[in-house]
């Protein structure tokens, strides 16, 4: 579930920060998910726990686990994190590399509304 | 925790550590990485408490180490030097261990021999490179010091036999807070296992510091304009703030090594208004040699990836 690349140029923390925000933005992990303790996450994954401690400092910070005192973390709210400013980072410069190479304002406004009709039909059982 | 305060340490004439300081803080793994005769080695000698300094301290905890027994029954060094325990046996040694550190545990080396299979009544004359490695590493862990040196930890043992020995440290780091430091050359087990690393030259450190604080300062920037793009000299990207450690051109991509974290790059760069934006992590090796080359070492041509 947490499979990282040790030979990848993006950090190791940053890696387990990413997988973790995947699996809490599509539902794997819903709210209130305990994850496991950074020790024992350290031993699975046979990854320095002072990186898996960095990883869940990062991710409490943007609010997306809380942790509660001597019972663990969990996954919080997804939709109050700050999650949304980093993906939207990223929606933006895709934007702005398909702008660049020629395609209309328009195309890209119904390409939108597209994805989001497509999600909305097929993803009634996670919405409701 | 272990400090170096102006550390300086000769060989009769030859100044092999030049007034050296460093923090390695208890719990973290720490990475010694230079080049050949830079002076990893001494450094772990002079932690481990075997070498005076001429100049300078070396303290555990604020107290020095050097020739004092309880001071020294923390640390465990394992050399790759290991011809003194020729004649021994690996039952021998941990006997030998158990009376100088007292948290030694047979329990956990026996633990460790049932995954890594080494002959333990024959003496270690019989036993190949790598074996005679895995051995004492394996009697360093036993020992259960607080902290653990190794010096070319990695060296001779093959992948499978790294990636078990990394684990048990990992496993020691997490039960027992051990403190691990490491001297390699091989900078991707660097990168696999340490959180921290000191990057020494010319009897100097380069810079010591989180692993992850150095490569979000460092990037590789691939750059490039459509139509017409105007030729564009260092002098004009260093003048929006931007330090480079190194500036190629090929075709109509310029290629960067800029220091500075990802937002302020993307900000500075922002006016100039590229076509094509690539922000690349470097890879630990790379920052090892753009860093050296910065100071002049290494020869290197700069072979930019097609």
């Avoid at chain 1, 994190?81 to 410069?93: G, Q, R």
């Avoid at chain 1, 702005?96 to 395609?103: H, I, S």
């Avoid at chain 2, 009544?121 to 040196?149: D, N």
Wanted: glycine share 6%; with cysteine.
């Amino acid at each position: 579930m947490y499979d990282i690349d040790l030979q990848s140029r993006i950090p190791i923390y940053e890696q387990l920060y990413r997988r973790i925000v995947e699996l809490a933005v599509n539902g794997v992990l819903p709210e209130g998910t305990q994850l496991p303790s950074v020790r024992q996450l350290a031993k699975d994954l046979s990854v320095n726990p002072n990186t898996v401690s960095k990883a869940y400092q990062n991710l409490e910070r943007d609010g997306v686990i809380y942790s509660l005192a001597g019972r663990g973390s969990f996954i919080g709210k997804i939709e109050k994190a700050d999650v949304h400013t980093d993906l939207l980072k990223e929606f933006d410069l895709a934007v702005q590399n398909v702008l660049r190479v020629g395609v209309s304002e328009d195309k890209l406004c119904d390409r939108i509304h597209k994805i989001a009709q497509d999600s909305k039909s097929g993803g009634k059982e996670n919405d409701s | 925790m272990i400090e170096l305060k102006q550390v300086t340490k000769k060989f009769d004439d030859q100044t092999i550590l030049d007034a050296i300081s460093t923090r390695i803080p208890k719990g973290t793994a720490f990475g010694l990485i230079g080049s050949n005769g830079a002076g990893k080695s001494t450094i772990l000698r002079l932690i481990s408490g075997v070498y005076q300094t001429d100049g300078g301290e070396v303290l555990l905890d604020g107290k020095p180490i050097y020739d004092i027994p309880d001071q020294k029954r923390r640390v465990f060094f394992v050399s790759d030097e290991t011809t003194q325990f020729h004649s021994f046996t690996i039952k021998k040694l941990a006997d030998y261990y158990k009376h100088f550190y007292p948290r030694f545990s047979y329990e956990l080396l026996e633990t460790m021999l049932k995954s890594i299979t080494l002959p333990q009544h024959k003496p270690l004359s019989t036993f190949s490179k790598g074996m005679k490695r895995q051995a004492i590493t394996m009697l360093g862990v036993a020992a259960r010091p607080e902290y653990l040196l190794l010096d070319e930890a990695f060296d001779g043992l093959d992948p499978s036999m790294r990636k078990l020995i990394r684990q048990i440290l990992i496993d020691r780091m997490v039960e027992d807070e051990m403190t691990v430091i490491v001297s390699t050359h091989n900078l991707a087990e660097i990168n696999e296992l340490c959180d921290s690393a000191a990057l020494i030259h010319d009897s100097k450190i380069v810079f010591s510091c989180a692993l992850d604080d150095i490569r979000s300062n460092l990037h590789k920037l691939q750059l490039g304009w459509s139509t017409k793009a105007p030729e564009y000299s260092r002098e004009q990207f260093e003048a929006l703030g931007i330090e480079i450690l190194r500036f190629e051109k090929q075709h109509s991509i310029y290629h960067l090594v800029a220091r500075g974290e990802e937002d302020q790059l993307r900000e500075k760069l922002a006016p100039m208004n590229p076509t094509i934006f690539d922000l690349i992590p470097l890879t630990l090796e790379e920052i090892f040699i753009y860093e050296l080359e910065v100071l002049g070492y290494g020869c290197y041509k700069f072979d930019t990836e097609a």
